[in-house]
Antibody
């Protein structure tokens, strides 16, 4: 069955750029929309943004100035870049897939913890 | 943004108990609400969508309902595998927002 796996550095320095990749296995990245969600320690989940296989994106206005989500269909992956990070960006980052033609998530990765520290 | 207020933040229950979790939206969201649960170290799992539709493979002891802006997740008879944290999510209007979570613990 389709599985999602987040990968990337677990430690990022303040003011630098956080970069994560979500690898989609067991199925094609095409035809679906894909999303990034994060959860700071002890806090609720925050939707970051999404992309589809053709590269169409939508971002949370609270993060829009710092976020870029991209897709690589040849590798069946999509990626997140978050610039100018601060301690407030420390969180578990999840990638997830939307159910077709809807905006809830029917498949999630296990998440990856990103710490922001010098 | 639409705020989702989930309650309680945690509860203690025993196997076989009936458990109810509530999510209140700050404005009308029709029935555009999903429920998930998550166990430590695992990916969140979709339980219900459109407020009351059970995801394929999810046991029928899970049910959802709503009235106005108040949404309820009910577990009719709690099972050992149900001890987890539960989240609601509105998908009526972007940015999609989540409740803070309800941790269901063993009494």
């Amino acid at each position: 069955q389709v599985q999602l796996q987040e990968s990337g550095p677990g430690l990022v320095k303040p003011s630098e750029t956080l970069s994560l990749t979500c690898s989609v296995s067991g199925g094609s990245i095409s035809s679906y929309y894909w999303s990034w969600i994060r959860q700071p320690p002890g806090k609720g989940m925050e939707w970051i943004g999404h992309i589809n296989y053709s590269g169409s994106t939508n971002y949370n206005p609270s993060l829009k100035s710092r976020v870029t989500i991209s897709v690589d269909t040849s590798k069946n992956q999509f990626s997140l870049r978050l610039s100018s990070v601060t301690a407030a960006d420390a969180a578990v980052y999840y990638c997830a897939r939307y159910r077709l033609t809807t905006w809830f998530f029917d498949l999630w990765g296990r998440g990856t913890l990103v710490t922001v520290s010098s | 943004d639409i705020q989702m207020t989930q309650s309680p933040s945690s509860l203690s229950a025993s196997v076989g108990d009936r458990v109810t979790i509530t999510c209140r939206a700050s404005q009308g969201i029709s029935n555009s609400l999903a429920w998930y649960h998550q166990k430590p170290g695992k990916a969140p799992k979709l339980l219900l969508y459109t407020a009351s539709r059970l995801e394929s493979g999810v046991p029928s002891r899970f049910s959802g309902s709503f009235s106005g802006t108040d949404f309820t997740l009910t577990i009719s008879s709690l099972q050992p595998e149900d001890f987890a944290t539960y989240y609601c999510q509105q998908y009526y209007r972007a940015p999609w927002t989540f409740g803070q979570g309800t941790k269901v613990e063993f009494k």
